[in-house]
């Protein structure tokens, strides 16, 4: 990873949120056949790390910082990034960011997200920018825990921050 720390790319996660949370990535894209077996895909390829202890085992790191939405009702989570998969190159069965939510004392796996130094596609959607430090690009999917929004909406109303 270039010169981007940890830290101020899971900052630059939480924030590019507040920019994207209105931009209806709500997907329409997601109901097509190709994107559903796609994603059905990603729920049998994350399927592990429902163990947060197996993600940090594969290389995925916290600041447990848990991200809401500053515009609105809901969350993200807490992002566990994977810095060695941060590249040019998006696979959709190597997500390179997990998204946990804590419930009881203990944190569940509900989303993935994807993060590339390059514009990408994936489940016929584009990824949106971020901004920060380097330009990165963003596509959460919503694999593991229902949203209202759209499986590949940024926020989740259903998702809470343990302070909330």
Not at 10 to 17: D, E, F
Not at 128 to 135: F, I, M, S, W
Request: hydrophobic residues 35%.
């Amino acid at each position: 990873m270039s010169q981007l720390t940890r830290r101020s790319l899971l900052r630059m996660l939480g924030a590019s949120g507040a920019v994207a949370a209105g931009s209806g990535l709500a997907s329409a894209h997601s109901e097509h056949s190709e994107a559903r077996k796609q994603l059905a895909e990603v729920r049998r390829a994350t399927r592990k790390y429902h163990d947060v202890r197996t993600a940090i085992a594969d290389g995925y790191l916290t600041d447990n910082h848990c991200v809401s939405n500053p515009n609105g009702d809901g969350a993200m989570g807490f992002h566990y990034v994977n810095p060695e998969l941060i590249d040019g190159n998006v696979d959709h069965l190597e997500p390179e960011v997990l998204v946990y939510e804590q419930r009881g004392g203990k944190r569940h796996l509900v989303a993935v997200e994807y993060l590339s130094t390059e514009p990408f596609t994936l489940f016929g959607h584009e990824a949106h920018p971020l901004h920060g430090e380097d330009p990165h690009y963003a596509l959460h999917a919503w694999v593991w825990k229902g949203n209202p929004n759209g499986v590949l909406a940024n926020f989740n109303p259903n998702v809470r921050c343990p302070s909330e």
